[in-house]
């Protein structure tokens, strides 16, 4: 690997590196939105919603991400007469797919939740939407962070599909240059260390925030923090 190279071109592979990083944000905001109003209709007790949601999600989970970003680059400006960058044509429909996925992520940790939970707050009294927030979705929350790290993970690696529509991303950057310099093994070597470093640290803090509400929801409920002062011991007094 020829580092003095990577790095006399390091300006192209830092564009690509955003422009990746740009995909992953506005692919991430429509899967987790996608997702959440997927996961309502999944659940919700209404079936024609049910089978919408049974529908989108087995549509996006079975066809091939790459069949589904060439027709959307390809075959949208063809039927509506309009052009298409491939930028924002990838990043929604690898946002969509997103959403199939993250939509299950999301029943799975909530139907994990254990039905006493839901009864207990019914019968304090509690209405739907503080039931929900208060109860039942901070504890699905804990129970999907790990996935839903994952995915994004994987989601960032396939931001490398859109290089095969033009996006100018840190793979097509790099197979450019290697392209120009005949040094495929130092920006492909190159890319994968940037891929790594951005992907590691984010599964570092997912763990140990995972770990952290654990710790939380399993800490007795009498048991103080350690920067909150105890109270005094009780004199005991003798029995006359």
């Given at each position: 690997?020829?580092?003095?190279l990577?790095?006399?071109?390091?300006?192209?592979?830092?564009d690509?590196?955003?422009?990746?990083?740009?995909?992953?944000?506005?692919?991430?905001?429509?899967?987790?939105?996608?997702?959440?109003?997927?996961?309502?209709?999944?659940?919700s007790s209404y079936?024609?919603?049910?089978?919408?949601?049974?529908?989108?999600?087995?549509?996006?989970?079975?066809?091939?991400e790459?069949?589904?970003?060439?027709?959307?680059y390809?075959?949208?400006?063809?039927?509506?007469?309009?052009?298409?960058?491939?930028?924002?044509?990838?990043?929604?429909?690898?946002?969509?797919?997103?959403?199939?996925?993250l939509?299950?992520?999301?029943?799975?940790?909530?139907?994990?939740?254990?039905?006493?939970?839901?009864?207990?707050?019914?019968?304090?009294?509690?209405?739907?939407?503080?039931?929900?927030?208060?109860?039942?979705?901070?504890?699905?929350?804990?129970?999907v962070?790990?996935?839903?790290?994952?995915?994004?993970?994987?989601?960032?690696k396939?931001?490398?599909?859109?290089?095969?529509?033009?996006?100018?991303?840190?793979?097509?950057?790099?197979?450019?240059?290697?392209g120009?310099?005949?040094?495929?093994?130092?920006?492909?070597?190159?890319?994968?260390?940037?891929?790594?470093?951005?992907?590691?640290?984010?599964?570092?803090?997912?763990?140990?925030?995972?770990?952290?509400?654990?710790?939380?929801?399993?800490?007795?409920?009498?048991?103080?923090?350690?920067?909150?002062?105890?109270?005094?011991?009780?004199?005991?007094?003798?029995?006359?």
């Amino acid at each position: 690997m020829d580092v003095d190279l990577v790095l006399r071109h390091s300006g192209a592979l830092i564009d690509g590196a955003r422009i990746t990083l740009a995909i992953t944000l506005v692919g991430a905001i429509i899967a987790i939105s996608g997702g959440s109003a997927i996961c309502a209709m999944r659940i919700s007790s209404y079936r024609t919603l049910r089978a919408f949601a049974r529908a989108n999600i087995l549509f996006f989970r079975v066809t091939p991400e790459v069949i589904l970003i060439f027709w959307a680059y390809y075959c949208i400006p063809l039927i509506f007469d309009t052009t298409v960058s491939g930028f924002w044509s990838g990043s929604v429909v690898l946002g969509l797919i997103g959403a199939a996925y993250l939509a299950e992520i999301f029943r799975a940790g909530i139907a994990a939740v254990p039905r006493g939970q839901s009864e207990a707050a019914e019968a304090l009294g509690l209405k739907a939407f503080p039931k929900w927030t208060f109860v039942i979705l901070p504890q699905a929350l804990k129970l999907v962070i790990a996935p839903l790290v994952n995915y994004f993970s994987e989601f960032l690696k396939n931001t490398t599909l859109l290089s095969a529509i033009g996006v100018m991303d840190l793979s097509l950057q790099a197979y450019l240059l290697g392209g120009q310099t005949f040094q495929y093994l130092s920006f492909l070597s190159a890319i994968a260390i940037i891929y790594f470093a951005m992907i590691f640290p984010v599964t570092l803090y997912a763990r140990h925030l995972e770990a952290k509400l654990s710790d939380r929801s399993a800490r007795p409920a009498g048991k103080r923090s350690f920067w909150r002062r105890k109270a005094p011991p009780e004199e005991v007094t003798a029995n006359p």
